[in-house]
């Protein structure tokens, strides 16, 4: 497989690395902050005087960290895919042997994050505002994709390869577009469209990239 550029969180411009605990803490109270007003009036209700507010900061410290309102959200939406990855992998750790078993958990993490994480409906992982919002060389998809590829590697002890990378994007495209508008329409999103993603990616995983029982 090819070298692939670093994850979203490498990418991310801040004003000053949050090296100290106060400042990771305080990086954090702006990101809830953030998602907080997402959830209330859209990505457009996030500025600075805004976000200062509702995290009882000064507009002076969310420059501190952060040299635009794009760099923020870059950071939320870098979060919302550790945080996304990190349930992920503990799908992949629950799963059972048979091949890709950890494909429901994969779908069900995201699906409740879409629920129940402040300001992820809206934002995601960027890709409403821009397809390379966190990597200027991937689009988001297609980050994703390799993070599946690298974990399905760890699990069976293989190098994934430029072909896993192809199906696991396909897959991925196929999600993004079901679950955008499961959850166009109506906050808990329509189960018809979550049921249809489940079945399509599943039987498309099963059917190009045909794993072994662990």
Known sequence: MNAQPALATDKVVMRTEPIQQRSAERITLLLDAAA????ESGIDGVTTSAVAKRSKSSVGVVYRYFPNIQSL???LAARNMERYLDRVWAGVN???PEPWSSFDSTLDSFVDMTRNEPGFRALRFGDVI???FMNPELSNNAMLAREFAAQVGRTYEFEPDDEL??????AVEIASGLLSR???LEKDGDDRFIEA???LCGDYLRTHVPLPRT
């Open 73 to 75: 959200l870059r950071a």
């Open 165 to 170: 990378v192809f199906h696991l994007e396909v």
């Open 36 to 39: 907080a007003l997402i959830d």
């Open 130 to 132: 821009d397809q390379r």
């Open 94 to 96: 629950a799963a059972g």
């Open 182 to 184: 499961a959850f166009q």
């Open 197 to 199: 993603t489940r079945k």
